[in-house]
């Protein structure tokens, strides 16, 4: 029996809409999660898979919060175990950027155990509080073997073979269940499609791995192997690093493991997080202007604002804007709101405006006897109509105008581009 918390995507350091409160939230996270469950539960270990860091090059206070977190845990007396993501992996063949890598440092000094299999067929054991660092695996005394991949990129699928022929050759001890931690996606989880890894690459492994602890993909899923049985298994993100990770399934999984029953894994969600308020859209084409379309996103926000203002925390709102509309756009205005939402109490306001102007690119009756140059010209004119932020309409038609003939220039110069929009 043991039982252990996973995660990873922790991203610290992140600092989202450039805000400090929101690179604070993602320590809060992390720290919170670790408490609940870890500590609360008095844990065996705690896996970490990738993505610690929200980059390879990170300021002291990120590193310090990391420090933190980790001594918590080690005062607790759960050893963490860790491997590199895509987003803080060492880059040690590039000389012009950061060497060396931060895991290795907090491994250095005794707050974690890094693993880092660079050679999936020699594989090379950590010790239990001796060796924190040069290793690719280290057995527990609870009963388990844990193995770390170094992150793979687009080898990733090609080296799981290798790692089963690697595994298969340590020395067993027989009673001991395997971990196998890895940063990449499975191919049906990826938010595009590429580098992503197919199951029956996964199963190569399930002859010598009984779990398989992901990372990489910020929302939650757990997989079967080709008998049925859970086997990959992925936490998801600790705390939203864009709108579309809020509201999906995502935290840490902390897992029991007994011979009965095998793995199971819950899901914990209830851990420090920034609230995100995500507001209904509305209509565009309800209105005839964009004054009262501002004052009525502004009601709903205010709004939801009070229904938080029970909470000692301000919240990130989304409002959103669909559908058709007829009147000019001032962007000005738009500003304006978002600054009135965020006085109101927001942290931060996004205003996600998907409506489209309802005027068709209409080419009137003598269009076929345009030029083509005239008919770009009437069709930018058309463009530009509903946009009141333009100061000078004329003006940026002709400049949008003379950047395309440039651009269509063979070897232009960026430059050149650059002194005609005079940046
Ligand atoms: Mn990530």
């Given amino acids: 029996m043991f039982s252990f918390l996973h995660i990873g995507d922790i991203h610290l350091g992140y600092r989202q809409y450039k805000l400090v409160e929101r690179e604070k939230d993602f320590f809060k996270a992390f720290l919170d999660i670790c408490q609940k469950g870890a500590i609360e539960k008095k844990t065996d270990f705690v896996l970490i898979t990738g993505d610690l860091f929200n980059s390879r090059s990170i300021s002291p206070q990120t590193f310090n919060e990391a420090i933190f977190v980790l001594n918590e845990l080690k005062k607790a007396e759960i050893p963490v175990i ?10 040690s063949g590039n000389f012009n950027s950061l060497k060396g890598s931060w895991f290795e440092a907090l491994a250095q000094n005794q707050l974690l155990y890094f693993l880092y299999a660079s050679n999936p067929l020699e594989l090379e054991p950590l010790v239990l509080n001796k060796k924190f660092v040069g290793g690719s695996y280290l057995d527990l005394p609870c009963g388990v073997r844990i193995i770390g991949s170094k992150w793979q990129g687009f080898n990733a699928g090609a080296c799981l073979g290798e790692f089963a022929e690697g595994i298969s050759k340590l020395p067993e001890p027989q009673s001991f269940k395997t971990i196998f931690m890895f940063h990449g996606g499975q191919e049906n989880h990826l938010p ?14 399930e002859k010598c791995v009984d779990y398989i602890a992901m990372g990489h993909i910020h929302q939650s899923y757990i997989l079967p192997n080709s008998a049925g049985q859970n086997f990959l298994f992925n936490a998801g993100s600790t705390e939203a690093n864009c709108m579309s990770e809020v509201g999906i399934e995502r935290g840490g999984l902390f897992v029991e493991y007994s011979p009965s029953t095998g793995f199971k894994a819950n899901l914990i969600t209830d851990f420090y997080q920034r609230k995100f308020v995500k507001l209904p859209e509305i209509k565009a084409g309800n209105f005839t202007n964009q004054t009262d379309l501002l004052s009525a996103a502004y009601n709903l926000a205010k709004e939801s604002l009070i229904t938080c203002n029970n909470s000692d925390q301000s919240p990130i709102v989304q409002i959103n804007i669909g559908g058709f509309y007829n009147f000019a756009k001032s962007n000005p205005e738009i500003a304006e709101l978002k600054q009135k939402i965020e006085d109101a109490g927001a ?3 996004q205003i996600n405006w998907n409506a489209e102007t309802s005027q068709n690119y209409q080419l009137s009756s003598q269009a076929t006897h345009l030029t083509k140059n005239e008919l770009e010209r009437s069709i930018l004119e058309q463009l530009v109509f509903n946009d009141d932020s333009l100061q000078s309409k004329d003006e940026f038609i002709e400049t949008m105008i003379r950047l395309k003939h440039l651009t269509l220039q063979n070897q232009i110069e960026a430059g ?8």
């Fill in 82 to 91: 860790a491997i590199e993501g895509n987003h803080d992996f060492k880059e």
């Fill in 347 to 349: 942290l931060y306001c």
């Fill in 192 to 205: 595009v499609n590429r580098g992503g890894v197919s199951s029956t690459d996964f199963f190569k492994l």
């Fill in 416 to 423: 050149e581009i650059l002194a005609e929009i005079k940046i």
